[in-house]
C-alpha cells in the first residue's frame, strides 16, 4: 500500500539514511517521489527518462546522505541532486557538449504543461493550462515551483539560479497577469 506523501521532511532521515536504515528510505522516497518525479518530468518531457533520473537521483541521494547539511531544505537539496542527474543526462545524450543554464531553463520552461496532468483538481487544471499559454517560461518556471512543487521563493533561487529578487517580482508579476485572467 502506497504511503502519502507530506510536505514536510524529516532532515534526521538523511543521517538514518546514511547510517544504513532502510525505513527512512522508504519514507523519504514516499514523502518527496511526486515532487522530485514532477520536476524531472519537466526538465525531460519524457516519461521513461523522468523515472530513470529518478532512480538514479534516489540512488545519489541514499549514497549521498551523509553530504546532506542543514542549508536550506530537504527538497531543495533533493533537487539539486535530481537537476545534476538531468544535466549529466544531458551531457550524456549530447556526448560531452557543454550545457549553460539557458539549455536547462528552455527544458525546464518547455516541459512544464507535461507535470500538470498529475494536479487531481480538474478545475485548477484547466486554469493552470490556461496560464502557461499567458506566462513567459520564466515566469511559468518560478510558478510551477512555487505552487505545484510547494518550494519556497529562496529554493527556487538557489535550483534555478535566478536572483531572489527577480524569483519574487516575476512571481508577482505572474499572479497579476493571472489574476487580469481569471477576472476576464
Given at each position: 500500500m502506497?504511503?502519502?506523501q ?5 532532515e ?5 539514511i546514511?547510517?544504513?536504515?532502510d525505513?527512512?528510505?522508504?519514507e523519504l522516497y514516499?514523502?518527496s517521489y511526486?515532487?522530485i ?5 519537466a526538465l525531460?518531457k ?6 530513470d533520473?529518478?532512480q ?5 541521494i ?5 553530504l546532506?547539511r542543514?542549508?536550506?531544505?530537504p527538497?531543495?537539496w533533493?533537487c539539486?541532486?535530481a537537476?545534476?542527474q538531468?544535466l549529466?543526462?544531458?551531457r ?14 528552455k527544458?525546464v520552461s ?5 507535470g500538470?496532468?498529475?494536479h487531481k483538481d480538474?478545475?485548477?487544471e484547466m486554469?493552470?493550462?490556461?496560464a502557461?499559454e ?6 511559468r518556471t518560478?510558478?510551477v515551483?512555487?505552487m505545484i ?6 529554493e527556487i533561487?538557489k ?8 524569483v519574487?517580482?516575476?512571481y508577482?508579476?505572474?499572479l497579476?497577469k493571472?489574476?487580469?485572467f481569471?477576472?476576464?
Open positions: 502506497e504511503k502519502e507530506t510536505n514536510i521532511i524529516d534526521g532521515l538523511f543521517e538514518k546514511a547510517n544504513g536504515d525505513a527512512a528510505f522508504t514516499y514523502a511526486r515532487q518525479y514532477g520536476f524531472l518530468l525531460t519524457n516519461k521513461e527518462d523522468a523515472e533520473l529518478l538514479n537521483t534516489y540512488i545519489r541514499r549514497n549521498g546522505s551523509h546532506y542543514k542549508q536550506g531544505t527538497m531543495t533533493m539539486a541532486v537537476k545534476n538531468f549529466d543526462f544531458v550524456k545524450k549530447s556526448k560531452g557538449v557543454s550545457v549553460d543554464f539557458d539549455e536547462v531553463e527544458y518547455e516541459g512544464l504543461g507535461t500538470v496532468k498529475q480538474v478545475e485548477n486554469v493552470l493550462e490556461k502557461f499567458i506566462l513567459n517560461k520564466q515566469e518560478i510558478v515551483l512555487h512543487d510547494g518550494l519556497k521563493h529562496r533561487s535550483i534555478t539560479g535566478i536572483p531572489l529578487s527577480t519574487l517580482s516575476k508577482n508579476r505572474s497579476k493571472l489574476r487580469e481569471i477576472k476576464e
